[in-house]
């Protein structure tokens, strides 16, 4: 079986095994070089609806625009809509990790706006095995040393089965134009020192060493796999899911690394969680990552996405009779006859002539206090609030209802003795509330 004909039964494989449509709409990111091309052609071989991407970073002056131009040339040949975009990468700051965030910032403008389903890259097995020895020499964990993943959302990659040689066999086979980026060549930037001298090396005195390395990745996806597994299994048990939030029973028995690999798919890292669990921090105290919050809530920790949002001491004037959506739904309306249902927490029932409208709506604050009910003397918020085990995310969200600054209800929570329904009143108001 020729090169080709092996990497296109392979390549048609990949989206088989990965559940994809492949009728799907595609984008395929490509700079120019022996790698993309690869991919591009063996994309429009495999009859993919593909759509190419394409940035100019300017860097090499006549080489950038001669790869543009080679993609470009093949779009209009093959009839595939190109997306061409220049970029001005700031030589002062890292130029590959900047290159990188804008093209794949221009790749993801591009799916959402054309309504495109996936994006496709083209990293090999060469690409893998940088990864690996640049993650191992910087002393990364398993996470890190596992590879490049083939799918991550919807940027998949399915020249990773395939070598660096495999594809420079192809384009010379197809006959494909490619451009050479003269910046490989050089060894100053620190993935080039790997394949440049590094690899050459180790191919000198170990010829099979890139199969060794790929089925030591292989090795270690599965194990990483296998170890996700069974932190589910250890952490699952010690979880409780809440509307807005996770509330975990932290168990000590369970080891350090187990709950660092379950905090980390929440962008937590190692560091982070260890130095947390070895400081036994006072309730109220939090760690947040990019995008989640870890409180410490007594023996338990809260696990909730990060919010931008601040106290929001607004105070809400509710009329009688009147029914409010924000920041919480409450309504309330008279009864011509006291009523004797039964009440819980989220329905009440007052003493309409103890009321004086409007009342106020506002969260509650340090130092407020109220009667609570079957109780003769007053007794502060805070308190109650952990009586009724009430979390510190919960917390944020308790409001308060006042009539002439007398706080007549916690909602939620309890009401005023002072503003109880008696069986001699001559008029209740009752009181509805739900979250939002």
């Known amino acids: 079986m020729s090169i080709t004909n092996n990497i ?13 449509k492949i009728n799907s709409k595609f984008l395929i990111g490509v700079s120019g070089g022996s790698d993309s091309m690869a991919l591009l052609d063996i994309g429009l071989k495999a009859g993919l609806n593909i759509s190419v991407a394409h940035v100019n970073y300017q860097l090499r002056n006549i080489e950038s625009d001669i790869e543009s131009l080679i993609v470009k040339e093949y779009c209009l040949e093959n009839k595939l809509n190109f997306y061409y975009k220049e970029a001005e990468i700031n030589p002062n700051k890292n130029l590959q990790n900047e290159a990188r965030e804008f093209r794949y910032k221009f790749f993801i403008d591009l799916v959402e706006e054309n309504k495109l389903d996936y994006i496709l890259t083209a990293h090999h097995q060469n690409d893998n095995h940088e990864t690996f020895l640049f993650n191992a020499l910087k002393g990364n964990s398993i996470g890190s040393l596992k590879g490049i993943p083939e799918r991550n959302g919807k940027i998949l990659r399915p020249l990773l089965q395939f070598t660096k040689t495999q594809l420079l066999l192809y384009v010379q086979e197809n006959k494909i134009k490619y451009g050479t980026d003269s910046s ?10 790997i394949r440049n001298e590094v690899f050459q090396r180790l191919k000198n005195k170990f010829p099979k060493f890139e199969q060794g390395l790929t089925n030591s990745i292989n090795f270690l996806r599965e194990d990483y796999l296998l170890l996700n597994q069974l ?25 350090r690394k187990a709950w660092y690999h379950f905090f980390k798919k929440f962008g937590f890292n190692y560091s982070q969680i260890n130095n947390w669990l070895e400081s036994n921090s006072q309730s109220g105290k939090f760690i947040e990552s990019s995008t989640h919050r870890i409180t410490k809530d007594r023996d338990n920790l809260i696990l909730s996405k990060k919010t931008t949002n601040k106290r929001n001491n607004k105070i809400f004037y509710i009329k009688k009779n009147e029914k409010i959506e924000s920041p919480i739904k409450l309504t309330g309306h008279l009864s011509d006859t006291p009523s004797l249902e039964i009440s819980n927490n989220n329905v009440e029932f007052f003493n309409f002539s103890k009321l004086n409208f409007p009342l106020k709506l506002r969260k509650w604050k340090r130092g407020d206090k109220i ?32 009539s002439n600054n007398d706080i007549v209800w916690i909602v939620g929570v309890l009401i005023s003795d002072k503003y109880k329904l008696h069986k001699n009143s001559s008029i209740c108001y009752k009181f509805s509330y739900e979250s939002i």
Do not use: W
Request: no cysteine; charged share 30%; aromatic share 10%.
């Open 184 to 193: 490989n060549l050089t060894s100053k930037y620190e993935r080039n020192f």
């Open 8 to 20: 296109n039964k392979k390549f048609l494989a990949f989206f088989g095994q990965h559940e994809i």
């Open 231 to 255: 932190v589910e299994e250890i952490i699952q048990p010690n979880l409780k899911e809440k509307i807005d939030h996770t509330l975990i029973n932290f168990n000590n028995n369970i080891p």
């Open 371 to 402: 009667q609570p009910l079957g109780m003769k003397g007053s007794k502060k918020i805070s308190d109650i609030l952990i009586d009724f085990k009430i979390s510190i995310l919960e917390k944020e969200n308790i409001y308060v209802l006042e």
